[in-house]
């Protein structure tokens, strides 16, 4: 199994919702910076959808929110919607950046 690990800036508040099946999970978005191309100027950040799901997705809704700086690992996932390709990761563990809280994935 591939890990992808990414660290960048949550996006957008998180969304906390319920599969039909009762499952929790946990959506946000994260911006990931790509750098500068060779004459200097920044470059456009790379975006990601993030999903953390079961009880860790629940225990976080209210910890995470836009603007936090963040590492996420889990395994990558992709998604086409109205043409545009939209790379994802379902997440294993996730670092809040500047804090002591960390939470894995059981």
Do not use: C
């Not at 998604?79 to 545009?84: D, I, L, P, Q, S």
């Amino acid at each position: 199994m591939q890990i992808l690990t990414i660290a960048g800036n949550v996006g957008k508040d998180p969304v906390l919702r319920n599969t039909q099946s009762g499952d929790a999970v946990l959506g946000f978005s994260v911006a990931v910076n790509t750098g500068k191309d060779k004459n200097g100027n920044k470059r456009d950040p790379a975006w990601y959808d993030v999903s953390i799901w079961g009880k860790r997705g629940e225990a976080l809704a209210n910890v995470i929110s836009k603007g936090m700086k963040i590492t996420v690992s889990g395994r990558p996932t992709a998604r086409a919607h109205e043409g545009k390709a939209y790379m994802g990761i379902s997440a294993d563990q996730v670092t809040l950046q500047g804090s002591v809280a960390s939470a894995s994935q059981d």
